[in-house]
Structures are given as C-alpha cells and as structure tokens.
C-alpha cells in the first residue's frame, strides 16, 4: 500500500487497446498531469543546505568521536537475532522527522548491532581499513552523485582512476604492461575481489574461445584450476561464468599450503590429452585461510606454454608490496594476465576499492563490451577514451578514485608503509611468543600479518579456544580449517591495533587453555 | 618502483625449498621484524581526528555550496580528452599533503572536468538524484567502515537492510510475496540495475536446471527472450551467464515498443518444440530509449504455463509507484519472480542502490551460495540469519541501507513524491508545447517522465538538433534509436530541474531547427 493511499489509482478510460487493458494510459499524459500550483512548483527538496551543513558537521563530529573511542566499545554485536529490526518501527514513516531523531536511533539500536571492524582488537577475517582522507574521498563523490559510466558522462572519475591506478602500479613495483599507457594493458577500480575475479575469468572464457562464448555460449569444454586454499570467490566466479565445479580442477598444495606446480602441469595436459581446454589457473598471493603463496613463476611459465590464462589474486598480501621489503609478494606477477589488491583492506581506503590490472585489455573488453546507441559518444567510437562500464560487471559507477586519491595524498604512502610494517612486526612478535609456549603450534608460515594457531591438544580444544576468546575480552578471531584441522586464525592489521592491543590479546589467549 | 627505494628487497638465505626459491622467506620471520622502535611503535595514522573534523566541516560547506550553485555551473564536462590527466602529477607524492592543496585541485582540475549529474538543465540518460540525507547516510556507511557480507559480519547492516526493503515494498505497493518475511522471498539492495539482473538470470539458470548447473556449466539448452529495447545489461548479463546471443531471441515489439506477448508465446513454443529449454524472460516496465512498457500481466501467465522465471525490470520508472496514482508501473507484478528498482535513479538515494526483491530465494541462494569454513558462523548454521553475500556476486559489501534509511526519514517520502509528480507534470506540459510546434513530433508514449522527439524533416535534422542541443545552453540530451529512426531522448528527473528549466529549455530547442 502506498504511502498516500488517500489517492485513488487513475483509471484508464480508452479499453481498446493492449497497453490499457493493462491500466496504463501512455495515450492519456494529461491524466497525470494534474497537480495544484503550490505542489507543482515547489522545489523537490525538504532538507535545506543549510540544514545539511549542519547535519553534517554533527555528523562529522560523530565519526570523530567514533574514531577516538572505538576501542572502548565491544568488537562484536552485542545483539541477538533480530534485536535490531524488533527495536525500529515495522512500517515506514509517515512524515518526515530530523536528523537529531535518526541519530538518536543510530546510537541506540544501530551501535549495538555493528560489528566494529576499524577496532584494535580486530583480529578477524582480513582488516577493511579506513581512513580520513578516505572518508571524505567518499563524501565528495556521494556529494558530486556523478556517474563515471563512460569517459563522457564525466571525463574527471575516468581519467583520475586510470591515473590512480598507474600511481598504484607504481607504488606496488607493479609490471609495467598493467599501465594504462601501455599498449595492451590498464587498470580500473572493481568493488570486490570477487567481482575481480569473476571478470578475469570472463576475460580469459573469451580468449580461450576466441570470442565464440559471447554467441553461442559453449563453457563446456572449459577447465579451470586452483587449490583448495584459493579464495571462495574462484568458485563462485567461475559458477557464474558457466563453468561448472565439475570442470574446476584442485591443484594439490604442498605443507606450506602453496599449488604444486608439477601437479598443475600434470592436470593440464591430461585435460588436454582428452579435449578439454584448459583456460583459467588462479594463483595465490596470500590466500584467506593461511596466508600462502603459490609459486606464481613456476606456474606461470607452465600456463604461458599452455596459453591459460593466469590471474593472481593478492587481495589482502598484495598491499604489503607499499612497503619494498615486502616487494616479494608480487614475485612472479610479470607472468599474470590479470591481477588483483585491494585498498580496502590493507590499505586505509574503505570498502569498497579493489585495484585490478590486465595485459590483455582487448579480452577483458571483448568479454564485457556491449554498446547500445543511448550509450554511444564521439570519444567511445574513436576508441581514444576509455568507458570502464566495459571493464566491470555493471554499467553505473561511482567517482571512488576520489578516495584512494585522497588517502595517497593526505595520509601519504609513508603512513601506510609504517602502518604494514608495524603489523608485520606485531606478527613476528607474537610467533615468538606462541613458539615458547607448549600448548600452542604455529600451523602455517606467516611472513606478513596473519598466523594460523592450534592447540596440542587437538580440534575440540582449538575449537574451545576460537569460542572462548570470541566470547573473551581477547578480540575477534576467525576459525579455518587447514587440511581439515581446525585453526584460530589470528589477523593483524587494523589500523588502531598497537603492540599493546597485541600483548593483551596473547595475554588473555594464554590464559583460555 | 616502490616510492622508498632506497630500501633493499630482503633476500631470502634459505634456499633450499620451493618458497625460498621464489625469493619468499616464510620460515624466516625475522627478517621482517627489524624496524625502530620508534616507528614500530607509532599509531599508524597521520591525519589526526581533530584535522579531520576540519577538514570534514570544510567538505560539508563545499558540497552545500555545491548542491546551491551547481546551476551556475555548466552541466557538461569543459574538458577535451586527456585534460584532466594532464593537470595532475604523473607520480604519486613521496610526502604527504595538505587537505586544502587537494580541495584545490578539486576545484581547479577536478570539477573543469565534472559532467553535473546533479544540474537543473540535466536531460540526459535519466536521473541520478542524491538528496542531502542519503550523502551523510553514505559519510556515515564510510565512517563506520563495517562490512555486511554476513549477519554475524555486522547484524545491524543486514537487519537494517532487510527492513529497509520491506518499507520499499510497502511505499511501492509491491506484492507481500516478495518481503523478507515471507514464506519464500526477500529483498537486498544490489549496487545497480545491471548486477540486479544477473542475478535474476543466475536465479533463473538454476532453478531451469534444477540446480545441476553449478557442476556441469551446461547451458547450451537455455534461451531467453526480451525485446530490442530491454536494457544492454540484460544482454550482458546473458553473456556473463554463459547463455550466448544465439540464445537471446529479441522478440517482436509493437508501435508502442511493448513486447507482444504473442509472439512471446509462439517463440517459447517454438523453442521447447526442438528441445531447448526457455528459462528467463525480463519484462521492461520503463525501457531505456523511450519509457515504453511491456505487458507483464500478459506476458505472466505465458510464463507462468511455460515454467520460464520472469523478472520485471523498473529500475528508472518503477521509483514512480512511490506516489499511488503512478502504482500502475507495477501492473502484472505479482506474476514477476523478481523485480528491481533504483532509488539511486529517481528517489534521491545516492548511487549505488538498487533494490530488488524475489519470491524464490532459494533459487538465488542456490545459484550463489558458497560457505568455505572461514565464513561459517553459527547464525548461519542455523538457517536463521540472512547471510547477503549469497544474494550478490561480491563478498563484501557497505552498509548502503543507512542512506535509504536517512532519505525515506529525513527527507520524507512526501518530498520524493512531490519531485516525481512535479517532472511527470513538467513532462506532460513540455509535450502539450511540442505538440503545437509542426516541426517537432513526439514519437513514443511518455506517460512519466521520458520524452522522445524527432524532427519532422528526418533523421539528419535530428541529429543536428541533438548535437547543436548539447553544444548550447538548452541542457544535457542523450541520442537514441527507435526501430533505427534517430530520436532526441529528454528525461525530465534531477531534483534541482523546476518549469522555469523546462520552459527555457524547450525555448532553447525551439531555436535551434
């Protein structure tokens, strides 16, 4: 029912014809069309400018205030299911109300529902930082409400993410055949790495058929590889794409949890031997559970012989590669035809912002091109300007390269190498710290930010520990399993956990037992 | 390059496995731990929260500023290609900078190169509306900086969300089957129309298949059928799918460029006669080109004979059902298996924020669910918490239900209905002018907000018009087709646009043939 339900529904007069059997009226504007005066003239906005400055400097205050204190809230929800909807009202409201009385609501039934992810005690799943500059990065673009869909329907929110993802290229010691300027190669910001993924896949699913996919939509000789520690998101990449998990080969690891490269080569060939055609290998910078990585060089060199396309997913380590001790991340990246990190992790530019280059532009735009005439302008047809709606899944877009801008200008790259550095070291500090203790084993390598715990005593006692420490004042852990055992996963990389947060994490860890 | 080069890359002295090999050092730590302690033990951020309560009080006052004077400003980007990148440093900076250095740029490089979404004269594509509360829902959504991909990942995200989309199914009258706390349905916001309909046909390809998709990637049997004038994504989506355009029939339109439901009939007949399997057919309930709509009664009973998932694609005109006498956009609604609309189009809810709704969650759920163990929670064990990630290609995702929360209560649905009934009045009244001068004609119906026009004296005169139209200060136009004839699009929906635009504009055009 809608809102104003004192209205009436306009009947349509004229039955003879097929769209008003239907109660439409397209033949009939003027039904529509009366309004009095006053409603019809007045300007569409109830919430003055002013009101927004400030609302908004509130606003601004808030997140302050919440930046400061977040580490004197719970890391987890405090609710139970379905708490917060049961505490708003069920049905929407009938006249406007203020601002003041919304954020009341935010600090009595949304507080207590969120999980706080910028907490110093977040050692959960992967870090999603934020920061100021990239705060407001977001603001300006909701602000500007631009569509960067084309390069015309705003030249500045392409060409300032091309150049972004050059200045990222560069940052990260990337190859230099993901540049925008190279002949072949470019980058763009995705939402996910997910999304990432799903578009690399569809990438090398149209190389691999030389296009014939986009018509007659035949994956079914398709092969696709990786290890069972590869991100979720390969899988449901390659279900959407149409290639069934029957044809998506796990590639066996070694102990340190990284593809056997000799394996691969193995599955390949066998594929082949029997007709398939083997497409899509992922290898790992860095995968979920453990942090591993796959031996991107040897692997490479084997898909390059094959010609199967690969992509390298290094949507959490890949960031380390700001700081150039840890430039090892990207080591045989100069193989990949597609490769993913995202700022929104490790980083300080929040969610969403996930950097993805190509060598392959022609591919990934055969794949994802489709060019209506609404759609169509002289920059498009003369193939000089870019259209990233034709890099990505959707056609809309928002100006996100405003953010990571703002953060690499502001809080500059010095802030976040610190910041990787610190929490590579909090890490190595801690391994120490397990190490000396009986009870506990280190399942996993751990070069950068993440290790993987169990206790000597077995699954039910891991298990035990991961519930009591996320009941504990401990922090925000994520259980895994590893080759079927179960593992507390310990990430490190918020940007508000100190060596102190750290000490009294193990220090409540130690004693659970 | 990584922008402090005067570090070495640490090498590796172990090299007797595969890792070290690589230039990785797992097993050995230590390497990465040697850092001052003064930098180690730095809190790594550099802006302060008090810079950025300046900081942020000064970027509320310029967006204020903005939102009054974005008239003043032209409506479309000033820029040539490559302008606004050649303004900018082609390096990234070694130090960090001032906030007030990049809201110069801002101004100076930025905006030169802004096309104004959000401008009175803007009649191009269609609305891309924001509203002063939907940007600080969205500061708000960058501030908390938590991710929803999971209830337990955030609770108040999903529940907030969840709520937000059963007081939109209200306020649009949509049927009860698709709320989330019905039987079998559910709604989610997606972050555009484009991914809204992947997500239908994915829905869809599961459910045709009974689910053996997902394994064995056949989709060499399915077929799907809209119109020329459903939206490019549906094509894309099909492509991304695995369905090729050889399995795409384009069905037949009638003079109002509406589906003919008899032809639908006899394609689908045709279809299954041979063997293959017609699973998806998208309804258009406001086209892209001309704002024609589809008979979904019509077309819902084929489908619903036929076993073949129907989604209803709204996602400009479906925003109209806010005021009742326009609830007629959803007629033949309750035969649709899914249904989007874009808030982020016509209601003043900042890109990106699509809802859509299913009365097969199942469906959904089975095309994209994927649970590895570093996501299972208990929540999600037991079936009772809704875990978003499964409706959606991306894991992660934003708290986007704040900003539809802030805008449905600050501003107040009374203000999105009085915006909507003002540009369907202008429209109406911009036809009646049209109507009168002999030069012009009206080519499509334009029961909303759309209107097409063409000149009398053919395509070349209409092409001129539109390029002279652009070139003037009459407004933004877009270009489209009708069945190949070039039309002139005016899509009357930016927030700021009053008569007095409308009325100037068409004065403009009126001098232009």
Redesign the interface.
Known sequence: ?????R????G?RDGSN??AN????????????R?RPD???????????????Q???E??????????GVGDRPVQ?T?K?????AA?P??????????E??MAD?DR??????????HPKWFA?FP?????????G???S??????GMS???????T??E??ML??MQ????LPAQFRSTSETGGGVIQ?????AT?VAI?AARFRATSGA????????K?VAYATAHS???I??G??????????FRIVPH?D?F?MRSDELEKMIAADRAVGLVPFFVASNHGT??SGA?D????IGSICRKADVWLHVDGAWAGIA????????VN??IEFADSYCTNP?KWM?V???CSTFWTNDRSSLLG??S???????ST?ADSG??IDYRDWQ????R?FRA??L??A????????????I?????M???L?AWVAADDRFKVVA????SLICLALADGDAATDALIASANASEAGHF????LDGRSVM?ISIGA??T??AHVRAMWDNLRALP
């Open positions: 029912m809608a809102a104003d339900s209205l009436h529904r306009s349509c097929l769209l239907l109660g439409r009226c397209p033949t009939q504007p003027q039904r529509t069309a309004l409603v019809r003239f007045r300007r569409a906005a109830r919430v003055t400018p002013d009101e927004f400055r609302n908004g400097h606003l601004i205050d808030w997140i302050a205030d919440y930046i400061v929800a609710v299911l379905g708490d917060v909807r708003l069920e049905h929407p409201p009938t006249s406007p109300e203020t601002f009385a919304v935010v039934v949304i507080m207590p529902g969120v999980t706080n992810w910028q799943y999603a930082n934020n920061s100021a500059p990239s705060i407001l977001e603001l300006l909701a602000g500007l409400g631009v569509q390069w015309v329907t705003s030249p500045a929110c060409e300032l091309a150049l050059d200045w560069e940052l990260l010691g939402g996910s790495a997910s999304e799903l569809l996919v986009n018509a007659d939509g035949n994956t079914t398709l991100h979720s998101s899988e449901k390659l279900r959407i794409a149409g290639v069934g998990t029957d044809r070694d340190k990284a979920t559970s990585f031996p991107t060089a040897l590669a700001l700081a150039s001790e840890f430039q090892w080591d045989g929104h300080g929040n969610f969403d794949a994802l489709i060019l209506p005439e609404y759609l169509r920059a000089a300007a899944v959707p056609l809309g928002r405003l953010k801008w703002f690499i200008r502001c809080e500059g790259i010095d802030a976040f190498q610190r910041m550095r610190s929490h590579v070291a890490t190595q500090e391994a390598p751990h070069p950068l994520t259980r895994t399993e996963r940007r508000t100190t060596p």
